[in-house]
């Protein structure tokens, strides 16, 4: 009889490696451009409300598509879904470069939504497959790795490609590394016949018992108000900077990397910690320093003011969120959905980017940007209490 994936060492190293590059590649592929399509719609003529059409428009075909996928890979095997979507991916980052129009740009970003709800939650399902009982934390942290730096560099590899060429290398550069990932996921990735997933005899819990389970409702609450607070410092914090410090663009982007560079580093020594201490009590204690550091842009007067705010953010989000992966890991593997589990933590993900973007400027209509820090500060309070709430009265083994 055929060993599945999870038997092998060499082979799940090698299926982790895999994933690693094939999301480091996507994550940063997308990083690289997105900051950089404001100013081209508008060059092209978008107003406001087209702008935010065009990144909604991901959202939303994104957020709506999740669960179907994520659920699908735990019927059917995680590789068939990876492999297409990563496919189809490349596809759309290449017509960015052919289809130069806002219009184009609303549809394509909608396609471009829907191949990402294939990649991200499946591929997180797949490493949590292989994640050794006791083990989550670390091999989720370095799987996490992947996405931080990948948001981290992106922008700036997208402004230094945009400056030594055109924006039409961007897009090419970002259909390049895409590419390089299909082919990693297509001939690194075992046949699906050999994923765990396809030989267990567990039935996936359904839809209404995965959203009644206490520990993924606090998870799902603290991811949102985690993500949203990202969302309000990412969006306005240049903002604010600029108007009220007259601070340069390139010293409010090194804020905004600065959170999410020391995050990243610090996913390893976190994860090895949550595999031996209390994840709970960690991402209690992170999601409180995240608290605090969202507060304190609010009354910041001077850089090291925005830099040690900054420091702190990722510090906590470093402390609190490979015990979060950790947690949803063993979450999916207690009711045999890890595809489904992570696409609720995906959509909690998403969903907090738009409510965040979107509640700090309706805040800045209506009073002045540096209320969005406090109001944050605020949500992701109620995020850490909830979780609270929730953990401690759900499965002690989770």
């Known amino acids: 009889m055929e060993k599945n994936v999870e038997t092998s060492t060499s082979m799940r190293r090698r299926v982790l490696a895999a994933l690693f590059v094939c999301i480091f590649s996507s994550v940063l592929g997308t990083g690289i451009v997105v900051p950089l399509l404001p100013v081209y719609a508008s060059d092209l003529g978008a107003s406001g409300i087209y702008i935010g059409l065009i990144f909604g428009s991901f959202s939303l075909s994104r957020t709506f598509l999740l669960p179907y996928f994520g659920r699908r890979s735990d019927t059917y095997g995680r590789k068939p879904i990876i492999v297409w979507g990563l496919f189809f991916y490349t596809l759309i980052s290449i017509s960015f470069v052919f289809f130069k129009s ?35 934390g670390l091999g ?78 606090g998870l799902f609450a603290l991811r949102f108000t985690y993500t949203a607070c990202i969302s309000i410092i990412w969006s306005f914090l240049p903002i604010y900077v600029d108007k009220n410090f007259s601070m340069s663009s390139t010293r409010a982007g090194f804020l905004l990397t600065l959170g999410v560079m020391l995050s990243g580093l610090l996913q390893m020594p976190m994860g090895a910690l949550a595999d031996r201490w209390n994840k709970r009590a960690m991402i209690f ?69 738009m409510g965040g973007s979107l509640l700090a400027g309706l805040i800045m209509d209506l009073s002045a940007v540096y209320y969005a820090f406090t109001w944050g500060a605020v949500i992701m309070a109620a995020g850490v209490l909830v979780f609270f709430l929730c953990a401690t009265r759900a499965n002690p083994h989770t």
């Open 140 to 217: 989720m942290s370095a799987f996490n790795m992947s996405i931080f730096f990948g948001l981290s560099l992106g922008p700036s590899m997208g402004g230094l490609i945009k400056d030594s060429f055109n924006l039409s290398a961007t897009f090419i550069f970002m259909g390049g590394l895409v590419t390089i990932a299909f082919f990693l996921a297509l001939f690194l990735l075992p046949p699906k016949h050999l994923e765990s997933v396809t030989h267990r005899k567990q039935t996936p819990a359904p839809w209404r018992h995965l959203m009644a389970n206490r520990m993924i409702l």
């Open 102 to 136: 806002v219009n184009a740009l609303i549809v394509i970003r909608f396609f471009q939504g829907m191949a990402s709800a294939m990649i991200l939650p499946v591929a997180q399902a797949y490493a949590g497959d292989l994640t050794p009982e006791g083990g989550e």
């Open 285 to 353: 204690i992170g999601g409180l320093i995240v608290t605090y550091a969202v507060a304190s842009l609010r009354w910041s007067n001077s850089y090291a003011d925005f830099f040690m705010a900054n420091c702190l953010f990722g510090l906590g989000g470093g402390i609190c969120m490979p015990a979060h992966m950790a947690l949803a890991v063993t979450s999916g593997k207690q009711v045999a959905a890890m595809g489904s589990v992570m696409a609720i933590m995906t959509v909690a993900h998403s969903l907090g980017m």
